[in-house]
């Protein structure tokens, strides 16, 4: 899923995009999961209540993490990759916001930490 979702490296961040042209957040993890088969919900707050649950201690590179307002407690706004670790760093893979490409991004970076909030699992077993 992973080496999928780095074929959209540098891909630009369009709000509501589905290509290589221009991807949102939702539609980078969406897209990345449809290339191999499996149809996942389009939206970030959906993709965040199907899939199977993934406690934050047992990610896995490819399972899906979820950022939430309130420093996580409140509606979901974000969904990325995780990607493993670099140099002992949690990363992610994520198409970020407008004026960004996708990307990996740590994070430890405060500005997503403080918002992680859940992970879904959506590859079979």
């Known amino acids: 899923m992973l080496a999928t979702g780095q074929e ?6 369009v709000w509501g995009g589905l290509s290589g042209t221009g ?10 999961h449809r290339k191999h088969g499996l149809v996942i919900p389009r939206d970030a707050s959906d993709q965040a209540r199907a899939g199977q649950p993934v406690p934050l201690d047992a990610l896995q590179p490819g399972d899906l993490i979820f950022f939430a307002f309130d420093n996580g407690a409140g509606a979901v ?4 990759f995780y990607a493993g ?8 893979l ?3 916001r407008t004026g960004r490409r996708v990307e ?3 994070l430890s970076d405060p500005s997503y ?7 879904r699992r959506y590859l079979p077993a």
């Open 77 to 80: 706004h974000h969904v990325g």
């Open 104 to 106: 990996y991004f740590d």
């Open 113 to 119: 930490a403080t918002e992680l909030c859940a992970a």
């Open 85 to 92: 670790e670099v140099n002992g760093t949690p990363t992610m």
């Open 8 to 13: 959209l490296l540098g891909t630009e961040y």
């Open 23 to 32: 991807i949102d957040c939702s539609g980078f993890a969406h897209l990345s």
């Open 94 to 96: 994520h198409a970020p």
